[in-house]
């Protein structure tokens, strides 16, 4: 066994007591067992720098303590006489008492006692979950391509970043993308890159929010948004949505020294999937400005919009500095990604970047490299065009087979946009039971119960379609109807694929 | 100009109502401006989906109330008499409103008014920073063919992550390489993925302290673990560093009610450099078993260890599960790839996920993937055993020109570890002079004054030296040395660039 001594040449204690005192506290705290061998005189001299001499007096004074024994010839070895009282105590026992102990934070009690927050996820072969974009559609050899070049070409980019914001080419692109696709007119330097929208969500609680205030959001609304909300010590306000967005009037009265900020998602609401009006917006950003609240506009999924109408972000439309817009590249690119970013009003970016940097110093860099040159080679906008016209045909595959197989059952909530819709069940199930008849199919799907504040929201279903094709999409909704109208039986999921054949045809586009 | 305006079918206010109603809110609040021209019926029928008739039922309404007005053949225009009063403002002069009423949270407060966190880097020809690594001794070649192979045959990879801890494969290969390398034994099922030693920092802090809690770090310490401290709020009590590492003493009467943490650097303390005895380490340990506090152990540069010593982590060696263990791969292979990790007791991995799932939902993917490979396909030790040879090669380099050039007036302080190296500068100049007069030929230094609690700690200077080579490592310390015997001016310079050349050959290995 090797070991090294510190001693502290400085101190008016003699280089051999301080060896005898090292020792001494190893034995008693149980690191050197008893029975153990310790190093040569002539080993421990030469790693302590010391004179053998010195290590020798050492030795000598514990073996004649009782610590140490000599057998001539062998060595020197922990007296395996030592009363084990002596010896610190190890045992596992002591495992349990620390765990007790632990106190933790207020913020850390509130997220130990949660269930993981993300949905347990079934493998089953037609998942209608509402957030995988279509991986397939993505030119993974140009970013292949982007990657290679930036890890060899661009060496200093390896190392930490100098900019707080995040890297400036790629907020220069971001700002030029969200002009063109978005309206959204803002300089590089609002821009903060963060990790996707969850960090953006996590900041802007921690900067606006102490434990005990309120914040308001919509009601359905974003669960992982909830979550940050509460875990934050935050009270949350659950706001009614409309056929226009979140009502307003449920806002009037509250002022920023009650409500800090509002959270919406106005180009498609989730999960109800619709669009906030322009009026709305105005009314909201009008309540805003009087109350002193701030608005966070999350655009998730904006990018996918099928019909003419391109209201103005509400960041657009803001002229007071009350809007904090959050964007994320997970629904135009792929998850795995994780980049996002925020547009600040002028006055708040010093506080983010400051916040950024002290959360994760930077979002990783090498990935920001390469987005920033896929944007600006146009393939984000070639990307974008083509899944929009993919989501666009499986939306349109989804909203044609709701109505064919389930025709008045079913009722689609939202507008057209985004990656997956809304549909109310009208059966005599629980959701309980008509999310287990369609696993038993191989169908997977999300109750929204879970997004609204209270429970009585039963029948309404957020349905994704964005990574399934044409055909799933119908498979999935007939064997739906199917088990939504029966109960099921083995021979009857035979009997549906052989209907299914005959049927599919019928609905192609 | 293109809008829509949302209608509610289910209301009994008629259709016509409900589009004069949201035409006025429009223009009274500013969004169609006076004299502009607004959709003719047609259009604005059919982005509605009603019928012309409904519009130019409001149209009319809305005329005869004076908001609009028309021009025969010319189309219909907001009336450019309507009092600005009625328009609602949205001059600038509210943006400067909106910013002095946000209320900014305890945490934004503070970090508000901090100044940004990372130092200004002068960019001088040499530069002593502590935390470059050797970026060019990485093998790319390798981690491009890596990067590449995962985004193009692991389609499924980049999706949303399942698991809340991190890719499970790479936390497997950390756990065998902690064992291999450090000595260190956990299960994957204990390392937790984050962005960088940062995010670590920021989650235990979080996790364990509420603001007015009191935690102990080394003094002098590391900076960022500091600022973490005070923006969560917390109070830091300075322990105290000797030869062995940090002092006992000063936590002794501390229990976890009054201080729920001590931070540690004891693989290499920063930025003294010393390394932590092992009876430290075990009297550490056995403080936090009495006390119930926990021990954060940060092992940020641990790979570089140059001589014999080997003594095992705090984390290895505590049996009560009082041990957090932050790991970084910013040192060993490059920072902007900002992947860190935490190595926890199993009672508080469920609550750490579930923060860091809340924080930022996951880490980025695909390099997670590229890095498993590159531990499990040996390239990291490769990598590690090559620089650490020049490291080593540096540090000589640094020890002896600074003994050469500046022998008694420099001091080393710490021990064989580490990418960096403490001087004590015994000269009659402060360290704003000292480094004034450096950058003045092209020599970039740190001070250390910062990492001291109180100011008077002039004089120590952090020495990093991995990124550059033997020879500006010799011209660096040749060009300090001179310029802090004598007044600097530029024919000084000249002379000394000679002079340089002249005794360079003397110093070289």
Redesign the interface.
Known sequence: M???????RGSSLPLYRQICE?LR??IL?G?LLPGQRIPSSRALAK?CKVSRATVNLSYEELLSEGYLKSSHGAGTFVNDQIPKTFI?S???T??L???K????????TH??K?K???PI?QHLPINFLY??PA??Q?S??Q??RL??HH??FN????????D?LGYRELRKAISLHLTQSRGLRCEADQVLI???S??AL?LVT?????SG?WVGMENPGYL?AH??FL?QGSRVLPVPV???GIVIEHLLGFT??KL?FVYVTPSHQFPSGR?M????R??LL?WA?SS?A?IIEDDYDSAYSY?????PPLQE?D????VIYIGTF?KEL??????GYLVL?K??V??F???K???????????QQVLTDFINEGHLERHIKRIRNLYYQRRQTLVQALSMYLGECATILDENAGMHLMVHLQTSLNDEEIIHRASQVGVGLISAAQNYSNASYEGKFIIGYTDLTVQQIQEGIYKLAKVLKEPTTYTDIFRYSVDLQESACSCKK
């Open positions: 090797e070991f090294v001594i510190t001693l502290n090292e506290r190893l705290s690191y790693s610190q190890t045992d596992p002591h495992q008492t620390q765990a102990q632990i106190k933790l934070s207020k913020y850390g997220i130990a949660s993981p927050f993300r996820e957030r995988q991986f397939d993505l993974l050899q970013w292949g990657l290679v890890c060899q060496l200093k980019l390896l190392d930490y970043g100098n707080l963060v990790n996707g969850q960090q996590d921690r900067i606006l929010c102490d205030d992982n979550h940050t875990a409309d056929e226009s920023n020294a800090r669009v009006s322009l009026s709305r105005l009314e009008s400005q002193g701030m019909g003419n109408q391109s209201i439309l002229k007071s500095g009350a997970s792929f998850p795995a990604l994780q980049i009003p006055h708040l010093n506080v970047a400051n916040a940097c002290l959360t994760d110093l930077q979002s990783p860099l090498l990935e």
